[in-house]
């Protein structure tokens, strides 16, 4: 049971975790976490159950043997009798597996709407307008009450309605045997027993298939997760080493996400070495761009070339292991300041991380944590200030030594001082790396050595230094 409930929830991570960009990112968190947790152990639950019945079904076929050869007419009576009573009391089978149906359902609703707003909860909270959650998770909590009530109510029906039939299949039994049929009483002693004892198995199989009947959605539904993920599997590209020695180029590429057209036809090279910037107003398509670049996203029409090669071509394993990615959003891991440079990678030393940190101007203030770089930073790095935080995302893009560094408005939440302090490492940086950076602030158009306005669809370039 253990071992179904592990394997269901690391087939469905990796699944999940191979599929493609898009697809991904249409999922919800907390129905992710659902199926990782409730759906997962119901499963197992649902095979525990499956299991037992056959073992009880094993036993009952054991009796039915003996009872066989003592006296044939009973054993075809016992098996009558123990096939009625499942007949008879089979609507409640049905209602639980509805029961469990219902609950399979409305608790991946409830938990996806739960992660969704505990990601929001302060401008909720902030707004006194926390009561909203509670007016969307209640209908859900009503609904899983509702259905977990007709579960307890089915099984419970079917153990006492069990009893009951029992008891008068056997007071039948005995009286038949041994009034009508005037066996001696020491027969009707043995065949009693065993006529008891078949009904209980019987018995037992029709309450573990229903308790698996509860659950067995919950298993189905996980399958369903799995299986879309895989079907949703991410190309790997082709087998040719990325080498990034000249340069980046972007040529007549077109995106869309549906019918809504993001990039009209771009071209934008990114020689090796250089300090790119990509600046444009909101929603113009940059952070798109980097996608594109990063191989998350796949052009319409157009091509991406790395030294020439299409980046179809590549290995797009390698060449996501060149790249030093520090997104948008400020999110951290509820951990350690090294743990969150280092993501666990054992080949990074304490003092790789402490030179990143330097690097991205973090080790003034993680110097001063009561525990250094071991300080935990709260959850989702609550701990720390916006600008904080980024200047550890960037010192986990710098810890490996990438390549090609993609900065996506990582300095728009530092104060201009920090800015222009890591746009001078950034240019230090350069010549070795690769830098490709995405900002409003002027400290970074200034840093860098070229620069495109992207707008309405097109790429212009605004800056160029070389000439
Ligand atoms: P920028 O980074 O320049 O602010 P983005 O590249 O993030 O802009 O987005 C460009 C446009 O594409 C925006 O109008 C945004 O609403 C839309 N968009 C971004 N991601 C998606 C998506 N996954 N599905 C549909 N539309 C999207
Ligand atoms: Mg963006």
Redesign the pocket.
């Known amino acids: 049971v253990a071992q179904v409930a592990t394997d269901l929830r690391l087939s469905m991570l990796r699944a999940m975790l191979a599929s493609r960009w ?1 697809y991904f ?2 999922r919800q968190l907390g129905q992710l976490t659902n199926s990782m947790s409730i759906e997962a152990v119901r499963a197992a639950n649902a095979y525990l159950h499956g299991a037992t019945l056959i073992s009880q079904l094993i036993q009952a076929l054991v009796y039915v043997i003996i009872a066989t050869l003592l006296m044939w007419q009973a054993a075809l009576f016992s098996i009558l009798m123990g096939a009625l009573i499942y007949v008879a009391l089979n609507r409640l089978v049905k209602m639980s597996r509805k029961a469990g149906k219902r609950q399979t359902s409305f608790t991946k609703l409830m938990i996806a709407r739960l992660a969704d707003t505990l990601l929001s909860v302060k401008p909720l909270k902030s707004m006194g307008r926390e009561g909203l959650v509670d007016t969307v998770l209640v209908s859900e909590t009503k609904n899983i009450n509702r259905a977990l009530r007709r579960e307890v109510v089915s099984t419970e029906f079917l153990a006492a309605g069990q009893e009951i039939l029992f008891a008068l299949v056997l007071v039948i039994g005995i009286y038949v045997t041994l009034v009508k049929w005037e066996l001696p009483i020491a027969t009707v002693m043995v065949l009693g027993f065993l006529l008891s004892r078949i009904l209980k198995r019987t018995g037992q199989v029709q309450r573990s298939y229903q308790k698996m009947a509860v659950s067995e959605s919950a298993y189905w539904s996980i399958q369903k997760t799995i299986s879309k993920a895989e079907q949703a599997r991410e190309d790997t590209g082709g087998n040719r080493t990325p080498t990034l020695e000249q340069g980046i180029e972007l040529q007549d590429v077109s995106f869309s ?2 019918d ?1 057209q ?1 990039l009209e036809g771009i071209n934008i090279s990114i020689p090796a070495g250089s300090f790119t910037a990509i600046i ?12 594109l670049i990063i191989g998350l996203l796949q052009p319409d029409s157009g091509t991406l070339l790395v030294d020439g090669i299409p980046l179809s071509e590549l290995d797009m394993h390698r060449w996501r292991r060149t790249i030093g990615y520090v997104p ?1 959003e400020t999110v951290l891991l509820h951990d350690s300041v090294l743990n969150n440079v280092a993501l666990g990678d054992p080949e990074i030393s304490e003092a790789d991380v402490i030179s990143a940190l330097r690097e991205a101007g973090a080790w003034d203030f993680v110097e001063k944590l009561p525990e250094g770089i071991h300080d935990l930073v709260g959850e989702r790095g609550g701990k720390l200030s916006g600008g904080q935080r980024q200047r550890i995302k960037i010192a986990r893009a710098l810890v490996h030594r990438p390549r090609l560094l993609i900065m ?2 990582a300095t728009s939440a530092l104060d201009p001082k920090s800015e222009t302090a890591i746009c001078e490492t950034l240019s230090k940086l350069r010549g070795a790396h690769t830098i490709l950076a ?1 900002s409003h602030q002027p400290a970074m158009l200034d840093a860098a050595e070229r620069a495109y306005r ?1 707008q309405e669809g097109r790429a212009l370039l605004v800056k160029d230094d070389a000439g």
Not at 280 to 291: V, Y
């Open positions: 898009d990112l249409h996400y549906k809504k993001i444009g107003p909101s929603g113009s398509g940059k952070t798109t761009t980097l996608d948008q996506d408005e995405i992207l």
